[in-house]
Nanobody, 120 residues
Framework: QVQLVESGGGLVQPGGSLRLSCAAS????????LAWYRQPPEKERELVAS???????NYADSVKGRFTISRNNTKNTVYLQMNSLKPEDTAVYYC????????WGQGRYWGQGTQVTVSS
């Protein structure tokens, strides 16, 4: 099995910064891509950013220039540095990974989610 564990959420004032982390563990051959999604209150889940094993990144227009996704392939960890946070960034943030396992083929896995609240 594969587990994704997120950390780093919390309450921050507008204009502030937070850094989210997500560590994958278990029977892992490879992970490609790693991504962050978010689900604002009463809205659909949306892609925030993704990163491939070679380092190619993709961002939602709403976070370009403010958020940075990165990964440590050795540690199977992905990060999301969030700067200049706005109230509309308030959401539950989820880590997602497409994982190749030795016994169960390829599958998509999700973390449990971490709350980010941007408010004064």
């Amino acid at each position: 099995q594969v587990q994704l564990v997120e950390s780093g959420g919390g309450l921050v004032q507008p204009g502030g910064s937070l850094r989210l982390s997500c560590a994958a563990s278990g029977s892992i051959v490879s992970i490609d891509p790693l991504a962050w999604y978010r689900q604002p209150p009463e809205k659909e889940r949306e892609l925030v950013a993704s990163i491939t094993s070679s380092g190619s990144t993709n961002y939602a227009d709403s976070v370009k220039g403010r958020f940075t996704i990165s990964r440590n392939n050795t540690k199977n960890t992905v990060y999301l540095q969030m700067n200049s946070l706005k109230p509309e960034d308030t959401a539950v943030y989820y880590c997602s990974a497409r994982v190749q396992t030795p016994n169960w083929g390829q599958g998509r896995y999700w973390g449990q989610g971490t709350q980010v609240t941007v408010s004064s």
